[in-house]
């Protein structure tokens, strides 16, 4: 079981941009490894369902985005270091957030809750508009 752990949200003005960071710890050195998971950022805001924001590939070649951030927000990730990156920019108040990073090792697209088994506590984003 890999465990997940969020850092980088705070709060910051519309327009402005943050890097929110993902790193892996477990009991086993193969749970550190994340080159054999899937990897996704989700986000919950307040009185709302968790939403799919991006995916990227074991290997990282691959990636994918929702619709609202497009343009905006780069996933990214160093498998060496055992870490995912979500560089956003051009924030909006709409992405205000509680985002979550999730590891899977089974994934079909990678943009539903279920492809995820592993989650992290989520770190709050806060624009202000």
């Known amino acids: 079981q890999v465990q997940l752990v969020e850092s980088g949200g705070g709060l910051v003005q519309a327009g402005g941009s943050l890097r929110l960071s993902c790193a892996a710890s477990g009991r086993s050195l193969i749970d550190h490894d994340l080159s054999r998971y899937t990897m996704g950022w989700f986000r919950q805001a307040p009185g709302k369902e968790r939403e799919f924001v991006a995916v990227?590939?074991?290997?990282?070649?691959?990636?994918d985005y929702a619709h609202s951030v497009k343009g905006r927000f780069t996933i990214s990730r160093e498998n060496a270091k055992n870490s995912v990156y979500l560089q956003m920019d051009s924030l909006e108040a709409d992405d205000t957030a509680v985002y979550f990073c999730?590891?899977?090792?089974?994934?079909?697209?990678?943009?539903?809750?279920?492809?995820?088994?592993?989650w992290g506590q989520g770190t709050q984003v806060t624009v202000s508009s």
């Open positions: 999730a590891a899977g090792l089974s994934v079909g697209t990678g943009t539903y809750l279920y492809d995820y088994d592993n």
């Open positions: 990227i590939s074991r290997g990282g070649a691959i990636t």
